[in-house]
């Protein structure tokens, strides 16, 4: 079993940032590809951004291509999200999600290969 724990959303104005965080527990956390996904009032959870166990493969959606940038920490057992010139149509839930994986460079957009999930954290961008 892995835990995972999302903090550092909040609210933030049109044009600002906010660095999101997931915290992971349980079994061995660097053998896990993750994800981030969001879920808006009314739409489907959709991706947003993936990162390999190893780090050195990463995926965005284009929505977010060179605002968004994903990391992770394996030593702290931690994926950030560091989210710049935010628009009201970030405002989401933020979810993230692990999949088990024994490829290094493994990713995934979709959200079925995910066998982990936090509760989410609520994103809100005012114009």
């Known amino acids: 079993q892995v835990q995972l724990v999302e903090t550092g959303g909040g609210l933030v104005q049109a044009g600002g940032s906010l660095r999101l965080s997931c915290a992971a527990s349980g079994r061995t956390y660097s053998s896990y590809a993750m994800g981030w996904f969001r879920q808006a009032p009314g739409k489907e959870r959709e991706f947003v951004v993936a990162i390999s166990w190893s780090g050195r493969s990463t995926y965005y959606a284009d929505s977010v291509k060179g605002r968004f940038t994903i990391s992770r920490d394996n030593a702290k057992n931690t994926v950030y999200l560091q989210m710049n010139s935010l628009k009201p149509e970030d405002t989401a839930v933020y979810y993230c999600?692990?999949?088990?994986?024994?490829?290094?460079?493994?990713?995934?957009?979709?959200?079925?290969?995910?066998?982990?999930w936090g509760q989410g954290t609520q994103v809100t961008v005012s114009s």
């Open positions: 999600a692990a999949k088990s994986t024994a490829q290094a460079m493994s990713i995934s957009t979709s959200r079925g290969p995910y066998d982990y």
